[in-house]
């Protein structure tokens, strides 16, 4: 088995930045899209197609909702709060629940082959290692726990002195994995934990529920220019992605997408077109 140094030590990283564009492939460029090029990044990977790959991805004014959310008891009333607040609103095909997405949120893919010899845990640890890398000259205090009413909580939440600025996700496809971590870099995240917090209260209501979710508390989360005191910016943030890559591996390549990652970008948003279809019915879009 690999531990999460052979997993972010790469001869090759294939770097990908995706932050600015507006369209891939002929169609909108929005977080449906992302999850899409993840699966298909994933695949390639996994058929030795691609080395390893490093995506820097960014969406306006976006909630990501996880696969329990859609389940909410007053999901409709929740999206339609969403909407009128000028959200898009996404369900993801990887874990975890509802994250709020904007301008002043890097969002970062490791997309990795063999994770049949990679443990779940170690590749979480080497996102979390690449991280307090990445900062290791503002502060060396970057824990890795869950924080109790932050929204999307998990044991890899990301934090500095109980305040939360990161969250992990995964999605394996075939022996490929896309560790996927949303980093708040700038910008209101206060707003942030206070929409998705009214967005359960709509969605929730007080019905019991089979499925426990968080009691947010936006105190709980910051972004990291405030927790570090230092203007730091989204694009700033990417230096650093790509100032670290080269120190985890010997060469850097910026390749296009093939015509067979373009077809498995193709089956992969059809599927999230078809997970998404239930949203896009309350919102009269479908």
């Known amino acids: ?58 969406h306006p004014k976006t909630i990501v909702l996880g696969i329990p959310d859609a389940r909410l008891p007053y999901i409709d009333e929740g999206v339609r709060f ?22 002043g949120v890097l969002n970062l893919s490791l997309v990795i082959p063999g994770i049949h010899e990679v443990s ?27 924080i109790v009413h932050s929204y ?26 896309a560790v996927q971590i949303y980093l708040d870099v700038e ?23 089979k499925f426990t979710y968080p009691e947010v508390d936006p105190n709980v989360m910051a972004s990291l220019s405030k927790l570090l005191q230092t203007n730091l910016t989204v694009e700033k943030m990417k230096d650093r992605v790509q100032a670290a890559l080269r120190n985890f591996s010997e060469k850097i390549v910026e390749t296009s997408f093939s015509e067979s990652e373009r077809d498995m970008f193709e089956k992969r948003y059809a599927q999230m077109e078809k997970r998404n279809k239930p949203i896009w019915e309350v919102l009269g879009k479908y």
């Open 82 to 103: 969403l909407a009128d607040k000028e959200y898009n609103v996404v369900i993801r095909n990887s874990g975890g629940l509802a994250v709020a997405l904007d301008g």
């Open 1 to 58: 088995m690999k531990n999460w140094k052979e997993v972010i030590q790469q001869t090759t990283f294939r770097y990908i930045d995706h932050s600015e564009i507006e369209t891939f492939s002929g169609k909108p460029y929005t977080a449906l899209s992302s999850f899409a090029i993840d699966d298909a990044l994933a695949t390639s990977v996994s058929n030795g197609d691609s080395p390893s790959v490093m995506r820097l991805w960014v």
């Open 120 to 146: 779940i845990h170690d590749c979480y640890e080497a996102m979390v290692s690449f991280v307090q890398y990445m900062l290791q000259d503002l502060t060396n205090e970057i824990e890795a726990y869950e």
């Open 187 to 209: 910008g209101n995240s206060y707003e942030r934990a206070n929409l998705i917090r009214d967005f359960y209260r709509i969605s929730k209501k007080e019905e019991e529920t």
């Open 152 to 177: 999307c909580p998990g044991d890899y939440d990301l934090s500095i002195n109980g305040k939360k600025f990161a969250g992990i996700s995964q999605r394996r496809v075939r022996d490929g994995a």
